[in-house]
C-alpha cells in the first residue's frame, strides 16, 4: 500500500544475510514514480558498509548496521510514506549522520516521512510540522521552524 516502516528493534531476520534481508524487500517493491528507483547498487553506493557486510547474518551485525539494513529495507520498496520509530536510538554518532542523510535524502525525493525521534535536535531540523507526545497526548502542534524559533517553549515542551 506504499507504507513503509522502520521499527525502533530493527526487526531484521537473524539468520538471513544482508544481502538476503534487503531482497525481502525487492519482492515487496510498489512501481516507483518520480525520482531515481532505489535499488540494491544504490543501496551499496549509498551505504558501503552494506556491501562489504552483504554475506554477513543479521544477527552477527552492529546496532548500527542493523538499523542501516532496516532502511535500506524500506528505500527498496519504494514507499509513498515511511514511518521511522526512533532511528537515531543507541547509535554512534556517524551513523546517526547517515540515517539522517537518508531520511533527508527521502524527503527531498517526495517520500512522505513520520519520524517518532527523542532527538529534538535532529528531528528538528528535518521535520516540516512536529507534534510533541506527553503521556500518550498531544501538547503542542507547530511548524518545526516555529517551535525551534520560540526557545521558551522549546525548552518548556522538550528540555532543552
Same mark, same amino acid.
Given at each position: 500500500?506504499?507504507v513503509?516502516?522502520?521499527?525502533?528493534?530493527?526487526?531484521?531476520?537473524?539468520?538471513l544475510?544482508?544481502?538476503r534481508?534487503?531482497?525481502?524487500?525487492?519482492?515487496?517493491?510498489?512501481?516507483?514514480?518520480?525520482?531515481?528507483?532505489?535499488?540494491?547498487?544504490?543501496?551499496?553506493?549509498?551505504?558501503?558498509?552494506?556491501?562489504?557486510?552483504?554475506?554477513?547474518?543479521?544477527?552477527?551485525?552492529?546496532?548500527?548496521?542493523?538499523?542501516?539494513?532496516?532502511?535500506?529495507r524500506?528505500?527498496?520498496?519504494?514507499?509513498?510514506?515511511?514511518?521511522?520509530?526512533?532511528?537515531s536510538?543507541?547509535?554512534?554518532?556517524? #551513523? !546517526?549522520?547517515?540515517?539522517? %542523510?537518508?531520511?533527508? *535524502?527521502?524527503?527531498?525525493e517526495?517520500?512522505?516521512i +513520520? @519520524?517518532?525521534?527523542?532527538?529534538?535536535?535532529?528531528?528538528?531540523?528535518?521535520?516540516?510540522?512536529?507534534?510533541?507526545?506527553?503521556?500518550?497526548r #498531544? !501538547?503542542?502542534?507547530?511548524? %518545526?521552524?516555529?517551535? *525551534?524559533?520560540?526557545?521558551?517553549?522549546?525548552?518548556? +515542551? @522538550?528540555?532543552?
Amino acid at each position: 500500500r506504499g507504507v513503509a516502516w522502520v521499527p525502533d528493534n530493527r526487526r531484521i531476520f537473524p539468520t538471513l544475510t544482508v544481502e538476503r534481508n534487503l531482497a525481502m524487500a525487492l519482492n515487496r517493491a510498489l512501481p516507483r514514480t518520480g525520482g531515481e528507483p532505489w535499488h540494491l547498487a544504490r543501496v551499496y553506493q549509498r551505504f558501503p558498509i552494506l556491501d562489504r557486510l552483504r554475506h554477513r547474518p543479521g544477527e552477527h551485525l552492529s546496532g548500527g548496521e542493523a538499523q542501516l539494513v532496516a532502511i535500506a529495507r524500506a528505500l527498496l520498496m519504494h514507499p509513498k510514506l515511511v514511518l521511522l520509530d526512533e532511528p537515531s536510538q543507541g547509535l554512534a554518532p556517524r #551513523i !546517526v549522520e547517515d540515517i539522517m %542523510a537518508v531520511i533527508q *535524502e527521502m524527503r527531498d525525493e517526495g517520500v512522505a516521512i +513520520l @519520524l517518532v525521534e527523542q532527538n529534538s535536535t535532529l528531528a528538528l531540523s528535518i521535520a516540516d510540522r512536529v507534534y510533541v507526545i506527553d503521556d500518550g497526548r #498531544i !501538547v503542542h502542534a507547530s511548524r %518545526a521552524a516555529d517551535l *525551534e524559533a520560540n526557545q521558551e517553549l522549546k525548552h518548556r +515542551l @522538550l528540555a532543552v
